[in-house]
Nanobody, 116 residues
Framework: VQLVQSGDELRNPGATVKVSCKASGFTFTNYYIDWVRQAPGQGLERMGRIDPEDGDTKYEQKFQGRVTFTADTSTSTAYVELSSLRSEDTAVYYC??????????WGRGTLVNVSA
């Protein structure tokens, strides 16, 4: 099982960023994919999840209206798009596969640096 994420990104405040997570080694549509981020010096913060089978999404309230999860089943790739970026969005963004009880596989993380 692998979750391979796209490379680090640098954005200006107000911009949009899109991070990808390509899955392999398992049936992509059989598992939820969660997105979690970790800001410098902070703990993990869950952003929400997507069900790749039908595209159903659940967003944590804090991110509603600014974040969009999508999944391309033809390439087994999940995406998170975050708009209206601000400095507080600087973090490492992770995708994680949701197993029976918890996250069982993680991507390596993508650093998104929001700076003027």
């Amino acid at each position: 099982v692998q979750l391979v994420q796209s490379g680090d990104e640098l954005r200006n405040p107000g911009a949009t960023v899109k991070v990808s997570c390509k899955a392999s080694g398992f049936t992509f549509t059989n598992y939820y994919i969660d997105w979690v981020r970790q800001a410098p010096g902070q703990g993990l913060e869950r952003m929400g999840r997507i069900d790749p089978e039908d595209g159903d999404t659940k967003y944590e309230q804090k991110f509603q209206g600014r974040v969009t999860f999508t999944a391309d089943t033809s390439t087994s790739t999940a995406y998170v798009e975050l708009s209206s970026l601000r400095s507080e969005d600087t973090a490492v963004y992770y995708c994680a596969r949701t197993g029976t009880w918890s996250y069982d596989y993680w991507g390596r993380g993508t650093l998104v640096n929001v700076s003027a």
